[in-house]
């Protein structure tokens, strides 16, 4: 199993940016495609962003133009680089593989953004 460690969530007013980081620890693989998830409150978990071996993203409608994916392969790390956030943003983020739970990969506990003035 692959323990994945999420970190740089904090509070936020609208319009500012927040970089968060994914750590893997234990077993790791390069050769997999990794992605940043999100579950607002009452909501289910969404996919908003995924970045793949040869670099190539991709991500959902709600945040493109306003956070980037990028990767790290030597390191088995991922980052999330967030502009311009909105109160809809507010979430609990997390790292997966892309598609999520792959060859031991499993949840971790997420790190909280809150976007509010």
């Known amino acids: 199993q692959v323990q994945l460690v999420e970190s740089g969530g904090g509070l936020v007013q609208p319009g500012g940016s927040l970089r968060l980081s994914c750590v893997a620890s234990g077993r790791s693989d390069s050769i997999i495609a990794m992605a940043w998830y999100r579950q607002a409150p009452g909501k289910q978990r969404e996919f908003i962003a995924g970045?793949?071996?040869?670099?190539?993203?991709n991500y959902a409608d709600s945040v493109k133009g306003r956070f980037t994916i990028s990767r790290d392969n030597a390191k088995n790390t991922v980052a999330l680089q967030m502009n311009s956030l909105k109160p809809e943003d507010t979430a609990v983020y997390y790292c997966?593989?892309?598609?999520?739970?792959?060859?031991?990969?499993?949840w971790g506990q997420g790190t909280q953004v809150t976007v509010s003035s």
């Open positions: 997966n593989t892309y598609p999520p739970q792959k060859w031991g990969y499993t």
């Open positions: 970045v793949h071996l040869g670099g190539i993203t």
